[in-house]
């Protein structure tokens, strides 16, 4: 009797693990908080105050390329390119960061750094999309407004179930 009781117990421990495990949100949502939170002017993203250098050379990285077009397989060559594609695009963002020595594909960017959401860097990583929030923004080259294509900073909400959600380490 005793160990039926403890193996119950375990299953009713493992349930509920389980059950926090998959609680997560199903959506990227911005989130405004002051000090903490990036802001978007006429397309660019402006940085808060306090953001590590890490995050600053990111956020300029992104600015630098925001307008440029959408190509297949951009930025892949080398990280300097005239158009990027969505894993170009978070490659060049995390290689101005420090924390990423050659572009990567968005199957290679689920794995890349740690689980989960980061303080002021998260990835978002599936077979065949990628993107990226920086200090609450997201930089993508979809689901954005109708009429853009390419790198973009967005406050839109987008679906993230199926994403893999990682990362830099520090960050």
């Not at 903490?36 to 050379?57: D, F, M, Q, S, W």
């Not at 572009?103 to 689920?110: E, F, V």
Request: with cysteine; aromatic share 8%.
């Amino acid at each position: 009797m005793p160990l039926r009781c403890a193996c119950s117990m375990l299953l009713v421990l493992i349930s509920a693990m389980l059950c926090q495990c998959s609680s997560g949100s199903s959506r990227w949502e911005y989130d405004f908080v002051p000090g903490k939170t990036a802001v978007i002017i006429r397309g660019k993203a402006v940085p808060p105050a306090n953001a590590p250098p890490a995050v600053l050379r990111a956020i300029s990285a992104g600015n630098r390329i925001c307008m440029k077009p959408y190509r297949r397989g951009g930025g892949h060559a080398c990280f300097e390119d005239s158009a990027y594609d969505c894993s170009g695009t978070v490659s060049y963002i995390l290689h101005a960061a420090g924390k990423l020595d050659a572009p990567s594909t968005s199957s290679g960017l689920r794995s890349f750094g740690r689980r989960g959401h980061g303080r002021w860097i998260t990835v978002y990583a599936r077979k065949g999309h990628v993107f990226c929030e920086i200090a609450g923004l997201r930089f993508d080259t979809g689901y954005n407004d109708h009429d853009s294509e390419g790198p973009r900073w967005t406050d839109r909400p987008r679906p993230i179930k199926g994403y893999s959600v990682r990362h830099p380490a520090g960050l």
